[in-house]
């Protein structure tokens, strides 16, 4: 089973509104991933979980803030959004090895900000 | 810099119609190279990992090859359902990190 669970699958949210993203994995993983996703382009990577530690943050934004509780579970809270923060939400998980580092990405969380 | 780079952008093809898509990359030495499927609103979907130069992989009707500067992904009998944006991404030694810089993808359409 290689299956990221992400709740919720989407999101309105107002600019002054606090809202958090969801993501969940069973396969005993022990590095985890943010990324965002514009329309027509790439994932970009936002932050990298390893061994529940922040491990990477790829210059995003103080509104932005991730939290690991445990192996499992992977947050992100998200405060005073702009518009152009809308996007689609990846989560993904891998194992924390040096080699066959697959990372397996759930479905998503559709973020509008009005 | 390491850099990934697709090729085309956009893919049409009739069903049956074989073809391959182009990944290049320049990294500072590979430590593994991955395609994905993605449609649309939908999270990447992993297909293949190749680690060095030579190796190759199949599934189904794609099969995915290596060399040291770039790497293809061949559709052979093409079906509608096969229609998705392909993503291919490197992972790179330096620094030690997970990772990955994906290319912009190939927009595959296949057409019954």
């Known amino acids: 089973d290689t299956e990221v669970t992400q709740t919720p699958k989407h999101l309105v949210m107002g600019m002054t509104n606090k809202k958090s993203l969801k993501c969940e994995q069973h396969m005993g993983h022990r590095a985890m991933y943010w990324y965002k996703q514009k329309a027509k382009k790439p994932p970009e990577l936002m932050f990298v979980?390893?061994?529940?530690?922040?491990?990477i943050n790829e210059s995003v934004p103080s509104r932005f803030s991730p939290e690991c509780p445990n192996s499992s579970l992977l947050n992100l809270h998200l405060h005073a959004l702009q518009p152009e923060d809308s996007a689609l939400y990846l989560c993904?998980?891998?194992?924390?090895?040096?080699?066959?580092?697959?990372?397996?990405f759930g479905a998503g969380t559709r973020l509008s900000v009005l | 810099e390491d850099q990934v780079t697709q090729s085309p952008e956009a893919l049409r093809l009739q069903e049956g119609e074989s073809s391959s898509l182009n990944c290049s990359y320049t990294?500072?030495?590979?430590?593994?190279l991955f395609w994905y499927r993605q449609d649309p609103g939908k999270g990447p979907e992993f297909l293949f990992t190749?680690?060095?130069a030579g190796e190759e992989k199949e599934k189904e009707r794609l099969k995915a090859t290596l060399t040291k500067k770039e790497s293809f992904l061949h559709i052979t009998a093409p079906k509608p359902e096969d229609s998705a944006t392909y993503l291919c991404?490197?992972?790179?030694?330096?620094?030690?990190?997970?990772?990955?810089?994906f290319g912009t993808g190939t927009l595959l359409a296949v057409q019954p």
């Open positions: 190749l680690y060095s």
């Open positions: 991404a490197v992972q790179g030694w330096v620094g030690a990190t997970n990772k990955l810089i």
């Open positions: 990294v500072s030495g590979l430590r593994g």
């Open positions: 993904a998980s891998s194992q924390d090895g040096i080699a066959k580092n697959i990372q397996y």
């Open positions: 979980y390893s061994y529940e530690k922040l491990s």
